[in-house]
């Protein structure tokens, strides 16, 4: 990796350029959230990987994708322009960081990326329909609407309706697979770029325990009835441990323990296994 030309860390990947229009991305075992680093879970990277992989492969008929080939923690793409916007679908309404739907919901907000939400929701309740609430993507991120993206020249409209569209897509078949695996796909991020001929391509990651929530799915009425919190499978359960810590937007975060990170890994093996065995 020594002779290889580092392009930049990301929160996640390290990317490097391969020339020949190529990248190769070096998912890392790096945890993030509340926009800090939190901690590293071993061989994290090498699950991520797997799970982008399996999902690059099974969506390439609803949008084409920047992945060439893949192994352990690496794969090898095509190097895209990326749009300056994540775009994230959510089936539920929930969340605990500064840009979650729930956060902003229980403060009083009821127009939120330029969707009107009704009075009345809870929290972790399914959504009447899946929505595109979109984020800024910047060191900090931010809520934007549409016409946002438009008008400051992130998207052109026909861009920006077509990768709204694609979303939507992606995940209604991400979820219809979750869920006929006891698994709900609660909320997803895509990220988009445009290749050297202006092709609109999926990138970065798709439907991991990362960029995702999974909920499980035989406990979750139950749990909804009780008013607890869903069984997750997700990265979230570092976030909820830290916010039983500290305030993480003005404190230090200290290192989860052993049996918090074994828990997210442990997770995450898990929801792999559910995918791939069919």
């Known amino acids: 990796m020594n002779d290889l030309r580092l392009l930049y860390n990301g929160k996640v990947r390290n990317v490097y350029d391969l020339n020949n229009n190529l990248l190769l991305l070096e998912a890392t075992d790096r945890t993030s959230g509340f926009n800090k680093h939190i901690c590293e879970i071993p061989n994290k990277g090498v699950l991520l990987n797997m799970m982008s992989q399996f999902w690059f492969n099974k969506t390439r008929h609803i949008i084409p994708n920047h992945l060439i080939y893949s192994d352990d923690r690496y794969s090898i793409v095509r190097k895209c322009k990326p749009f300056k916007v994540e ?45 595109v609430t979109p984020t800024t993507k910047d060191d900090n991120d931010r809520p934007i609407t549409p016409q946002e993206i438009v008008d400051s020249g992130l998207m052109t409209e026909y861009q920006m309706r077509y990768i709204f569209k694609k979303a939507l897509e992606l995940y209604k078949f991400g979820a219809e697979y979750a869920e006929n695996r006891d698994l709900l796909l609660v909320d997803t991020k895509y990220e988009f770029g445009l290749d050297r001929n202006n092709n609109i391509l999926l990138i970065d990651e798709v439907h991991t325990c990362d960029s995702s ?16 919190s869903p069984d997750k499978f997700d990265k979230d359960q570092v976030r909820d441990w830290v916010k039983t810590q500290c305030d993480p937007y003005t404190e ?10 074994d828990l997210v890994y442990n997770s995450f093996i898990i929801v792999i296994i559910d995918f791939i065995r069919n």
Request: hydrophobic letters at 30%; a positive charge; one cysteine or more.
């Open 252 to 261: 230090e975060i200290p290192k989860p323990p052993k049996n918090i990170i």
């Open 213 to 228: 929530r999974y909920w499980l799915k035989n406990t979750y009425l139950q749990r909804m009835v009780n008013g607890e």
């Open 87 to 131: 775009v994230i679908v959510r089936g539920y309404i929930t969340g605990n960081t500064e840009t979650s739907l729930w956060t902003h919901y229980k403060n009083g907000s009821r127009n939120y990326c330029g969707v009107v939400f009704p009075e009345g929701l809870v929290k972790n309740q399914k959504l009447e329909y899946p929505v």
